[in-house]
């Protein structure tokens, strides 16, 4: 899959978060939005998963085949996990990862109950989300975006309340999980993106 941006631009009320961004993010790859607060980081993440409309310019979608993904299809294609995105905090986690992938599939051979395993929560499956911890809670969004079936990733700050073992669990899926997909982090700490290949600086778009 590929993902080109155009002369991008997106504004909030008369300010410009960003504009004349041409870039493109292909498939095998991994790349971190970097910047100070405020720069777009979010916002431009936001804008390429589809749940933002932008300005001015173009983003165009297109398969292994070169086809062009239609625009209400995108979401299909994108799996996220971010600190603003809520859970259901009244369902157990198994619950939420069995809701979930009615709408977007795990990977093949993956269920709920061994992603949980994987991610240190098999001992809380059956347990409310509310009564998870923070850290808990961001294992959860992290089991919810790695193993869905999808070949684009869109990681904003995903270390966020992780302790240290947290953050090598991270980075194990990230080694595990993210190949032949494009895989965006929006961070300004090295640990979360250090191994994306490529860095776009979203303070010279302005």
């Known amino acids: 899959m590929t993902i080109s941006l155009s002369d991008l631009g997106k504004r909030f009320n008369r300010d410009w978060i960003f504009r004349r961004l041409t870039y493109e ?23 390429i998963g589809g749940a933002l409309f ?20 995108v979401f299909k294609q994108v799996a996220i996990a971010a600190p603003y995105l809520e859970l259901i905090e009244e369902m157990t986690g198994q619950e939420l990862l069995d809701f979930h992938q009615t709408f977007k599939p795990f990977m093949k051979g993956k269920n709920s109950a061994a992603i949980l395993h994987e ?8 347990k409310q989300i509310r009564y998870y911890s923070s850290g808990m809670k961001q ?17 904003d700050e995903p270390c966020t309340n992780l302790d240290q073992n947290g953050i090598e669990l991270y980075h194990r899926l990230l080694s595990l999980y993210t190949q032949n997909r494009i895989v965006i982090i929006a961070s300004n700490d090295p640990v979360e993106y250090k191994f994306c290949q490529q860095q776009l600086l979203l303070s010279e778009y302005k």
């Open 25 to 47: 993010f292909s498939a095998g790859n991994s790349y971190a939005l970097i910047g100070p607060n405020g720069s777009g980081k979010s916002t431009l993440l936001q804008v």
């Open 54 to 73: 932008f300005n001015e310019g173009t983003i165009r979608y297109t398969d292994s085949t070169q086809q062009e993904i239609k625009d209400e299809l």
């Open 119 to 126: 991610v240190g929560l098999s001992d809380a499956a059956q």
């Open 139 to 155: 294992r959860l969004k992290l089991a919810q975006s790695f193993f869905c079936d999808t070949p684009v990733l869109l990681l």
